[in-house]
């Protein structure tokens, strides 16, 4: 394997600072720019104002500013180190048969055509990130033996900042947007996001956000839904383009479960084929677990 090696001038130091020939292909690496999030944190950090709140963090604090862990969850972890039968080995490649069921039931309804009729897959990955990458993977992987497809992918805009990086690094490098938020309004533009995907070609992908949309917050109505289902399935339809569905902090913002699944299980009843991205980190705060 070859790659881009130290020229003769670059100066390269050891840890304790002197002067050293290249130790590594690796050193000296480009350093990347930091995210919006970033940004915001470090200039979060460097505000000096005393009652200053930092409302962008994806994680739930407490009043102490420090992550906390739910009682129940609690009782389940010091059941699980006590139970005498609990041994650790590999899940299977798919994950825990037993929490994929489940977690497809909580976003689908344990009625669902889709789940009756066994046209249902559940693969567990380590958070939400993961998710939308493997079903990034299986897209461009699903395309390849189907057709030459690269794209579009349609992100709302605003969107999360981490996105429109995970579809890029699974090789789909053709991502655009559609609008979302407006700022006048203070709300969703349902007319301006309509018109977008309407513009949308063929075999477009188009990812939305069943619950907590991330940064706005501003979730979709019902009635919101149902038109853009229906704009969905006419325009692709018969092209087989596929939806991928966000609903990560699963019911958190309106405080009930069925609610917030809502919106996956309308498409799913209409018929629309649909990869679904779903974390329950937010609601266990199970960060990183």
């Known amino acids: 394997m070859s790659g881009p090696r130290c020229s003769p001038n670059d100066k390269v130091l050891t840890q304790n600072g002197d002067p050293a020939e290249a130790l590594s292909e690796f050193t000296n690496p480009p350093v990347p720019t930091g995210s919006p999030d970033t940004r915001l ?25 420090k992550t906390f862990e739910l009682r129940l969850v609690r009782k389940i972890k010091q059941q699980q180190s006590s139970d005498p039968t609990s041994r650790p080995e590999y899940p299977s490649s798919l994950g825990l048969t037993e929490f994929t069921r489940r977690a497809t039931e909580a976003a689908l309804g344990k009625s669902s055509r889709a789940i009756v009729e066994d046209r249902v897959l559940g693969v567990q990955t380590p958070g939400f990130t993961a998710a939308v990458r493997l079903g990034a993977e299986v897209l461009r992987r699903w395309c390849d033996v189907c057709a030459a497809w690269s794209g579009p992918v349609y992100l709302s805009s605003p ?21 979302y938020w407006d700022d006048e309004q203070r709300d969703v533009c349902l007319e301006k996001l309509l018109e977008d995907l ?33 704009l969905i399935m006419v325009t692709y339809v018969d092209s087989d383009a596929l939806q991928q569905a966000r609903h990560d902090k699963q019911a958190l913002c309106p405080g ?26 937010h609601c266990f705060g199970l960060y990183g677990e």
């Open 198 to 230: 309407a513009k949308a070609p063929q075999q477009s992908v188009v990812v939305l956000s069943a619950s907590a949309h991330d940064p706005t917050g501003a979730d979709l109505s019902q009635n919101q839904w149902t038109v853009i289902a229906n």
């Open 159 to 179: 969107c999360d900042d981490s996105l429109a990086g995970i579809f890029q690094a699974a090789g789909i490098q053709d991502i655009r947007e559609y609008y």
């Open 41 to 65: 944190l470090s200039a979060f950090k460097n505000d000096s104002h005393t009652k200053k709140a930092y409302l962008a963090g994806r994680e739930c604090y407490s009043e102490e500013g």
């Open 256 to 281: 009930d479960l069925e609610q917030g699944a809502w919106p996956v299980r309308y498409c799913a009843s209409q018929g629309m084929e649909l990869l679904c991205a779903q974390s329950f980190s």
